[in-house]
């Protein structure tokens, strides 16, 4: 389902937390229907890019563009509009505590559709299924594993159909088979609703089994390196800090 | 035989469910199946299913199919429990391949029957049972609590604790020079309202200079120590037992006793020790607010001169009044401290229990106010202090 059309294009993009820069000039663009997948060291300001690509943070300068639109010289109200159609799983799930998981992902179902109570509860049950949670409707999140609360999110990222899914470390204080697993479900997401996925993580793992394409943020040079699929930037880059991340430091030591 | 058993036409879906093979009922799609659209009603199938006899197998066919969403996968899944109740086969070959990935997806983890928690019925005696027992570990609870905190003052006392002094100073902070606002405008309005009603009453019988007793004594022994008593519960206790359940919440405590730190003597011990000095100071300044508002509403209102009215008062108030009055704040101070770490330290680990915890200390801590101030008014009495 992979297609050429350009679904999210990142312009010029400055970041910044009052007047100090995180990483300025970030530009990209990602294709509908691939992984896309944001990249760095720690603290060079990834889950920063990825606060701005979901509304929560204004850039300071420059601009996302969603399906060729302007996302934040949009008015408020659009902008919320807008929002419904992605989804985003929080790093360690950020479902509502005092909400059993049935309830998490009915909340925008609630808010948003007006369906009838039996089909939105066919809904709940379909996407706890689709993360393999068939059962656990009326369980709390304090009540579930990590892994578990995890994909409980997914299933609230989920609920409204979204076009693009956005993940935050999605394998962030996981065991490598459920990370792995989750992996699979990104691909499998990917393939059958066809939407578009945007994950940031520094896993490399993950990064060489799901991202269809990549951008690297510096945190030295305060912006991107370059974008590119990971296993054709590890072949071919000549960028010594790319392929000191892509291998661990190997390329380092090598020298 | 191929004739049409059902059709159901909307303005963007269709569907017809027919006969095709002798045991074979077909399902054809065409339109939108997504969006703003409804999806098929599940009763069609199901009627379809009840008026065709010897079905073996449920097919579907939807290359006329534009655009689906989760409702659509939803009433597939219908479909097929549909099917296994009635031992049909469903062949879902005809379906979108988004679709039937999505189908595959659900059911690769079988579904946890066990792992609905029973919702069993229970008699009222049961529950009241319950509830017996769990308000006798709650007490338990809280006596042990107690008795730490008691251990854990006559270390400090001896010398011996991991006690910081600069964290009680913080909190002496926090909830004194910062607290002093909100003490002097609510005494100041309990000094006016009490001088209102006094007022009213004794003006009757011509005794109004008597005012200044009434809201000096009843300032001092009283209502002082028990507003600022409360504020001081609503304002620091509620903020301790938040921040004591944050810090649950995130391990932190579990990092002291890592570390052979007690949390009592590190966490809770600074702020008892801080309440308990700070409010007779608290105490001693409501005092003098809520006479001040006792004072402006006689001068004002009543044929009282104000050194009439002020050396009424100090006659009025006698020291031992006055130290009561402190004396209690002092204790009350120990109860909102005491129970804002208790209720913190028992927290969950939820933003949801953290909230809980919150309502807990503060009902904890009024209610330990005026519960234990009744019993100093009875053993006031007693001894004729």
Redesign the interface.
């Known amino acids: 389902m992979k297609s050429d059309r350009i679904k999210i294009e990142i312009q010029n993009l400055t970041m910044a937390y009052g007047s100090r820069v995180v990483m300025r000039d970030i530009t990209a663009r990602i294709n509908q229907g691939s992984v896309f997948v944001i990249m760095g060291n720690s603290g060079s300001g990834k889950s920063t890019l990825l606060r701005h690509l979901i509304g929560l943070q204004c850039p300071a300068q420059g601009d996302v563009l969603y399906d060729g639109k302007s996302f934040w010289g949009m008015d408020d109200e659009s902008r919320k509009v807008q929002l419904r159609k992605y989804g985003v799983l929080f790093q360690s799930g950020a479902l509502w505590s005092s909400m059993t998981l049935a309830e998490n992902v009915a909340l925008p179902l609630i808010e948003y559709t007006d369906w009838s109570a039996v089909d939105r509860d066919d809904i709940v049950r379909l996407k706890l299924a689709l993360v393999g949670l068939s059962g656990f409707e009326d369980y709390y999140p304090a009540e579930i594993s990590g892994g578990m609360r995890k994909r409980a999110g997914l299933a609230r990222a989920m609920a409204l159909d979204p076009e693009i899914l956005f993940f935050d470390e999605p394998s962030a204080g996981l065991d490598p088979i459920t990370s792995q697993n989750l992996d699979k479900l990104i691909l499998e997401l990917r393939d059958s609703l066809g939407a578009t996925i945007v994950v940031v993580t520094h896993e490399l793992a993950s990064i060489f089994m799901i991202a269809d394409d990549s951008i690297f943020l510096d945190a030295d040079t305060k912006t991107m390196r370059v974008q590119g699929n990971p296993n054709d930037l590890l072949q071919h880059s000549s960028d010594a800090k790319l392929r000191a991340f892509l291998t661990r430091g190997a390329s380092l030591e090598a020298q | 035989m191929r004739s049409a058993i059902v059709e159901k036409v909307d303005s963007t879906l269709s569907l017809v469910v027919e006969m095709q093979a002798p045991a074979t009922l077909l399902i054809k799609l065409t339109g939108n199946v997504?969006g703003h659209n409804?999806?098929p009603s599940i009763g069609v199938v199901r009627d379809a299913l009840d008026q065709a006899t010897g079905v073996r197998l449920l097919s579907f066919e939807s290359a006329g199919v534009t655009v689906w969403?989760?409702?659509f996968?939803?009433f597939i899944?219908?479909c097929a429990d549909l099917c296994r109740k009635r031992n049909v086969e469903l062949q879902g070959d005809g379906l979108p391949?988004?679709?039937r990935?999505?189908l595959r997806?659900?059911?690769?983890?079988?579904?946890?029957?066990?792992?609905?928690?029973k919702t069993v019925k229970t008699h009222i005696l049961q529950k009241l049972g319950e509830s017996a027992i769990q308000a006798m570990l709650g007490a338990t609870e809280l006596f042990r609590f107690l008795g730490e905190n008691l251990a854990a003052l006559a270390n400090l006392l001896r010398g011996r604790t991991q006690f910081r002094w600069s964290d009680a100073l913080l909190v002496m902070q926090e909830c004194g020079p910062q607290a002093l606002g909100i003490i002097a405008m609510i005494n100041f309005l309990v000094g006016l309202i009490l001088a209102f009603v006094g007022a009213t009453e004794l003006t009757r019988f011509g005794a109004s200079i008597y005012v200044a007793d009434l809201v000096g004594i009843a300032s001092v022994r009283e209502m002082a120590c028990i507003m600022t008593g409360i504020i001081l519960c609503g304002r620091t206790g509620a903020a301790f037992a938040a921040q004591l359940g944050t810090m649950k919440v995130n391990e932190e405590i579990s990092a002291l006793e890592t570390f052979g730190i007690s949390p009592v003597e590190f966490l809770v011990l600074p702020r008892m020790v801080a309440l308990m000095l700070v409010m007779p100071f608290l105490c001693a300044f409501a005092d003098l607010i809520s006479i001040a508002g006792g004072f402006i509403v006689s001068v004002c209102m009543l044929d009282v001169s104000a050194t009439e009215y002020l050396a009424r008062t100090v006659q009025a108030i006698q020291l031992k009044s006055f130290l009561l009055g402190i004396g209690k704040g002092s204790f009350f101070g120990f109860l909102v401290a005491y129970s804002g770490c208790l209720r913190g330290i028992q927290s969950?680990?939820?933003?949801?229990?953290v909230?809980k915890a919150t309502t807990r200390a503060v009902v904890t801590g009024i209610t330990a106010i005026i519960a234990s101030d009744g019993i100093f008014a009875v053993l006031c009495h007693a001894l004729q202090i």
């Open positions: 997504g409804n999806p969403d989760s409702r996968v939803a899944r219908k391949e988004g679709v990935r999505l997806l659900a059911q690769a983890v079988p579904e946890r029957t066990d792992a609905r928690p969950g680990y939820s933003a949801a229990d909230g």
